[in-house]
């Protein structure tokens, strides 16, 4: 039996924990046993644990220890951010601004807030995959109580101008629009791009540590000291009341370290990644014919390559290279289990056609040379195979 | 519910994909919901069919199901290919996640479109090549 290699170009959906956080983590497991709530010496040394973690996510993002919560990942963490603020600040407004290209946590929370009642400005980004200030400018009503518009995109890696939205939004403020609060997901630009609060200007800021080379199922809130939330798991203490239920202490130990790393080895995983993205693209657009880039050639994470592989469908194509030991991953339809393509591709003015063909590669700190060779050879044979069964490849030819 | 190894080998390797020169029945059918489009050509002699090619664009069991179909009627009467259910194709591809069984579906009904007296003359309308 033939050992099939295996090439993980997926690290945007996740990453693997590194060794040095699952060390860090381990005695948390076993021997340093205790809840962060008791007051004996277990517990004790359970809440330095935390209390040390809390302070190295904090300077990650150049907040104060006190204002990070702790707690499931992401998709809670934007719950919390934003209906914990929408139900705080709703007698100031019921009018939220976002983009059209937001995570799908994102964009189920305001589609569950739109049901009751709330009105969602969603923001166009054009080809490019980019928000502009001006049209944030623009949508602001009376109304409005809070602006949510992600640092970098998940599926295409376009990074939006969350600083130069959060210095208008200061002005707003100064201009009398005082109850207003800006809301920004880095997770996908977290370990990629420096991130400080007081650059960004925000009142609200989302973390995962599975997409930094930490553990799934811990995440992080920063919430600016006096910004109001109502919680929305209640029933505890803990996270100064704004997140009920006993801490984990190993997966927040683990994400301490994994942010103390990401800060330290940026730079390099960076170039690295660059690197490889560049080559990688380098080589699909010599190689393989009627492909699309998608999103802002410089305005991007380092690691992402979004393309559109045009007449095929990237579920058929994901299998095929999943079968061929390569890991990657699509927004289209069918994989992702709803009927539409992905909203991502269409925002930016794509073709249905074109959003079902697209397909993410994201690279990580572990991909090499070899990796790319590998990957481009497969990926050209595929496309060519799956072209040969598709009508509208056949269409396209006989239209030349 | 994953899909079968059977599944993969017909995304990885299509069985009768392609065009017939000759071809004297096909159709094509989309579905209205997701876009998908499958193209069947036919050459029948005698009743029976004797080769069968198919084309296809859309999610993965599309394919899959474009391919088995292909495969498994050929050297069928017409009778015992119109009598064919989306089951049976299902069967062979090991099942399909509920949500994704209207690919059988649409195998199904372009082949018994194929199979109407009235297309028996034409070729697919889309896609012959120039």
Not at chain 1, 144 to 157: D, K, Q
Not at chain 1, 263 to 270: I, K, L, S
Request: proline letters at 5%.
């Amino acid at each position: 039996m033939t050992t099939v290699r295996r090439i993980y170009l997926d690290h945007s959906a996740t990453t693997p924990v590194d060794p040095r956080v699952v060390e860090a983590m381990l005695p948390y497991l076993t021997e340093r046993l205790g809840n962060p709530s008791s007051v004996h010496f277990f517990g004790q040394q359970a809440r330095a644990a935390v209390d040390a973690a809390r302070r190295e996510v904090a300077r990650m993002i150049g907040a104060r220890p006190n204002e990070v919560v702790f707690l499931s990942g992401a998709t809670e963490a934007n719950n919390l951010a934003v209906r914990g603020l929408c139900e705080a600040a709703e007698p100031h407004g019921r009018h939220i601004i976002t983009s059209a290209i937001e995570h799908s946590s994102l964009r189920g929370i305001c589609a569950a807030l739109e049901h009751r009642g709330w009105s969602i400005t969603r923001l166009p980004v054009y080809e490019d995959g980019i928000v502009r200030v001006d049209d944030v400018r623009a949508a602001l009503r009376k109304d409005t109580v809070l602006i949510s518009i992600m640092m970098a995109n998940n599926e295409i890696g376009t990074v939006q101008p969350i600083a130069e939205i959060g210095a208008m939004i200061r002005e707003e403020r100064a201009r009398s629009h005082r109850h207003l609060w800006y809301h920004t997901d880095v997770v996908q630009a977290a370990g990629r791009m420096p991130i400080d609060v007081e650059s960004i200007g925000c009142d609200l800021l989302s973390l995962s540590a599975h997409k930094m080379y930490g553990p799934k199922g811990i995440g992080a809130l920063y919430a600016r000291r006096g910004v109001r939330l109502t919680p929305q798991i209640v029933g505890g203490h803990q996270e100064r009341e704004r997140r009920a239920g006993t801490e984990a202490v190993p997966a927040i130990v683990a994400f301490g370290r994994a942010a103390q790393l990401a800060v330290a080895e940026m730079h390099g995983r960076n170039q690295q990644a660059r690197r490889l993205r560049d080559r990688f693209e380098a080589e699909v657009t010599t190689k393989i014919p009627d492909i699309v880039l998608n999103g802002h050639r410089e305005h991007r994470l380092p690691h992402i390559s979004n393309i559109s592989f045009r007449f095929i469908e990237g579920e058929g194509l994901l299998i095929n290279l999943d079968m061929q030991g390569v890991a990657v991953s699509t927004g289209s339809a069918c994989s992702s289990g709803t009927l539409e393509p992905s909203p991502v591709i269409r925002a930016l003015g794509h073709s249905e056609e074109k959003a079902r063909g697209a397909i993410r590669f994201s690279f990580g700190k572990d991909n090499c040379d070899e990796d790319v060779d590998y990957v481009i050879e497969v990926l050209a044979r595929v496309v060519a195979n799956l072209r040969h069964l598709s009508p509208l490849a056949r269409e396209a030819q006989a239209a030349i | 519910m994953a899909y079968s190894e059977t599944f993969k080998d017909h995304i990885a390797n299509p069985r009768r994909a392609g065009y017939l020169d000759d071809v004297n029945a096909g159709a094509e059918q989309t579905n209205p919901v997701c876009g998908d489009r499958l193209q069947l050509s036919l050459r029948i002699k005698e009743g029976r069919i004797e080769a069968a090619r198919f084309l296809a664009y859309g999610c993965a069991p599309t394919l899959a199901c474009g391919s088995v179909l292909a495969e498994m009627i050929e050297g069928m009467s017409c009778a015992e290919a119109a009598a064919l259910t989306r089951q049976e194709i299902l069967q062979i591809l090991g099942g399909l996640p509920s949500r994704k069984q209207h690919a059988a579906a649409l195998a199904i009904e372009v082949l018994r479109t194929a199979l109407e007296p009235s297309s028996s003359s034409l070729g697919p309308p889309a896609s012959r090549p120039q």
